[in-house]
């Protein structure tokens, strides 16, 4: 206890003194309202998570205009949303990575799940959303909303409000920071799948905390921090607007609710923790079988319902891109687990129930980033796609690797980002059934079949996949050494084979 104490206070000086010389010199004062996120998304599906305070008009107009006012619709929509994301984690995410490990193992992954969600959404509470989501630079945001602060305005009395894809419609600013909450909450108890049965749960903590702090907040701010539609004033101040959003937003990359967020992100992280944390004792030697796939169809179960949160609560409002983005996460998931029985049986003679389980997750995972993006046609093509996909990526492409990524993390969330993330490119084609992106903020216009070009979007995608590759990846090595300096990563050999339910919680899943 002592050791993960120690570490756990490491990873928090190194967040507040890796991050103070840039809040210094990019952080609004704390007096300003914090801008707002996403990619060119709204009216708009074009991006993902997006808000932030709606950003204020010119005085003269402020002073005959009255503020906008929450929607309770869209309040009470963000509220249900992000319950839902919770639903997605826990109990989903943990059943679903509880049944696929040994029954030794079984408690030492819920753990993991349960106990890194609780702890990144405290992180995220402190200051996790602040250097996320208010105005910094193009890497990281500031200190604006450390402790929440701000979030109620004194002055009016009331709460502070963030802005959606629609100018003019806001929401209260603290049901975004809760939904936010849970995206990183998620993406961060996703990791633990790479390297269960047989990490210290210490090291899990240390890291989790480190690699939230300097892969994921960057990552969050660079794709989904902008100032917000209201900011797109008139022509002469847009450019300026977009100068201040970050780094992977003024690309132009669309990412509706995370599929380099929260996927790629963390598929490249656990990737690189299967490596260093090395192969299981016995891995390709000894049977290694779920040991209950009814615990993993509820969890996969849990995760397409909760999803429905994670990918129209994106949409931030309670309208048609909302509706848009829960349709498409229906329809593709289906597709994708007809893929996965489809190619399992050509490749096998057989469909599992793993397999489908596992290509409901590989179809959820596919549409996250297009799930407003796309037309109903191309949702079924990206679920498709993603399944054969993913179905690779945990099998050829896994023994091409090398690593033993113990529940496939890489092989479906990074192949099925990856996917969905360049696809995304392809059918937000309005020529192919998508609605295009927001090309003009001051107007709010939408590019046409004859303006939109699938190359061009296609390279702005990419871009924003390697970017979050080359991230999450040297951040993953440096979290992983220091942890390894500092509390080790590996359990012992007796433990491991005893089992880390009893060896490291002192307690078993099953009486026998």
């Not at 079988?289 to 993993?296: E, F, K, M």
Request: aromatic residues 10%; contains cysteine.
């Amino acid at each position: 206890m002592k050791k993960l104490i120690t570490g756990l206070f490491l990873g928090l000086s190194l967040t507040f003194g890796g991050f103070t010389a840039m809040a210094q010199t990019a952080a609004p004062a704390a007096t300003e309202a914090p801008a707002a996120v996403a990619a060119p998304a709204a009216p708009a599906a074009d991006a993902a998570p997006a808000a932030a305070p709606a950003a204020a008009a010119p005085a003269a107009a402020a002073e005959a205009a009255p503020a906008p006012v929450p929607n309770k619709g869209d309040t009470a929509w963000m509220m249900v949303a992000t319950l839902l994301v919770i639903l997605m984690t826990v109990p989903g995410l943990a059943l679903f990575y509880g049944g696929l490990v040994r029954s030794k193992n079984m408690l030492s992954v819920l753990m993991q799940v349960m106990v890194t969600f609780s702890m990144i959404s405290v992180l995220w509470f402190v200051y996790g959303y602040s250097l996320a989501f208010t105005e910094g630079n193009a890497f990281i945001g500031g200190f604006d909303r450390l402790f929440m602060s701000g979030v109620w305005d004194n002055a009016a009395g009331t709460f502070a409000n963030a802005a959606t894809f629609s100018k003019g419609v806001v929401i209260p600013e603290i049901s975004f920071a809760a939904f936010q909450a849970t995206f990183a909450g998620i993406t961060c108890a996703l990791i633990v799948g790479a390297f269960a049965e047989r990490i210290k749960f210490s090291a899990v903590l240390l890291f989790m905390v480190i690699w939230f702090t300097f892969s994921y907040l960057p990552i969050a701010h660079m794709v989904w921090f902008w100032m917000g539609p209201d900011a797109y004033s008139s022509a002469e101040v847009a450019a300026e607007m977009t100068g201040k959003a970050g780094l992977i937003w003024q690309h132009g990359a669309l990412d509706f609710a995370g599929g380099t967020v929260v996927h790629i992100n963390a598929a490249v992280a656990g990737l690189v923790g299967a490596y260093m944390v090395g192969k299981r004792i016995g891995y390709g030697k000894e049977a290694m079988a779920p040991h209950s796939l009814t615990l993993t169809m509820v969890g996969a179960s849990l995760l397409w319902v909760g999803w429905f949160g994670f990918n129209a609560g994106s949409a931030l409002e309670a309208n048609g891109f909302a509706a848009l983005a829960f349709i498409n996460t229906f329809a593709a998931t289906a597709a994708a687990v007809l893929a996965w029985c489809v190619g399992e049986a050509m490749h096998k003679g057989k469909a599992s129930m793993l397999g489908a389980a596992s290509g409901a997750v590989a179809g959820l995972v596919a549409i996250t980033p297009a799930a407003g993006n796309v037309g109903i046609g191309g949702a079924l093509v990206i679920g498709l796609v993603g399944g054969f996909a993913c179905l690779w990526g945990v099998t050829g492409l896994k023994r091409m690797l090398g690593a033993d990524d113990t529940l496939d993390v890489f092989g479906v969330h990074g192949v099925g980002g990856i996917v969905g993330a360049l696809l995304t490119g392809v059918f937000n084609s309005p020529a192919l059934g998508g609605p295009g992106y927001v090309a003009d903020w001051v107007t709010a216009t939408m590019v046409t079949s004859a303006d939109y070009s699938i190359a061009s979007q296609l390279w702005i995608q990419l871009k924003g996949v390697l970017i979050t590759i080359a991230w999450s990846g040297v951040v993953s090595v440096v979290a992983f050494k220091i942890v390894d300096m500092v509390v080790g990563l590996r359990v012992s050999e007796e433990d491991e084979r005893e089992g880390l339910d009893i060896r490291s919680h002192g307690e078993t899943a099953y009486n026998r």
